[in-house]
C-alpha cells in the first residue's frame, strides 16, 4: 500500500487498466453485443471504476491500450507519468518498468481486483464486464 493524499492506494499507480471481453446490453431493445473492453480503475483499496472504452476488436482496443496505458499517473512522480528517456520505445520502458516493479500491464490479459473479492488483488477471470446502454435509437426519441 502506498498513501498519497490521506488515500491508500494498492501500488504507485494512481490509476489500473483491465482488458476484457465485454457483454455490452442494450436496455430497451435487450440486444447484445459483444466488444473488447478497457476499464479504468482509480487504484485505490476500493477500485473504482473511473471509464470504460469499448473497441469493435482485441487489435484495436490495444493499440489504444499501448498508448495510453504508459501515462498513468504514478504517486512516486508527484502525480505525473513514468519519465522516459529520450530515444527510448515507450511501450518496451513502461512494460521494464512494470516488470521492476512486480507489476503488470492490462495486455496480460490478469484482472485487477479488489482484495475483498481476490486477496492476491487480481484474477484470471475472463468476459466478467457487462456495460448496460442506452440504444442509440432512443436518444432519437
Known amino acids: 500500500m502506498v498513501e498519497y ?31 473488447w473492453t478497457l476499464v479504468t480503475y482509480r487504484n485505490t483499496l476500493q ?5 470504460a472504452d469499448s473497441f469493435d476488436s482485441k487489435d484495436l482496443a490495444i493499440e489504444y491500450l499501448k498508448k495510453v496505458e504508459p501515462q498513468c499517473p504514478l504517486i ?18 513502461w512494460n521494464e518498468w512494470l516488470e521492476n516493479n512486480n507489476l503488470f500491464s492490462a495486455l496480460s490479459e490478469k484482472q485487477h481486483m479488489p482484495f ?9 477471470a475472463k468476459r466478467y464486464h457487462t456495460q448496460v446502454m442506452v ?5 432519437d426519441d
Open 5 to 35: 493524499n490521506g488515500e491508500k492506494f494498492r501500488d504507485d499507480r494512481m490509476y489500473v487498466i483491465n482488458l476484457t471481453e465485454s457483454n455490452i446490453e442494450y436496455e430497451k431493445t435487450n440486444k447484445t453485443i459483444f466488444k
Open 47 to 51: 477500485l473504482p471504476s473511473t471509464r
Open 76 to 93: 512516486s512522480n508527484g502525480g505525473k507519468p513514468l519519465t522516459i528517456p529520450e530515444g527510448k520505445d515507450i511501450w518496451s520502458y
Open 116 to 124: 475483498w473479492q481476490d486477496p492476491r488483488g487480481y484474477s484470471d
Open 135 to 139: 440504444d442509440p435509437e432512443s436518444l
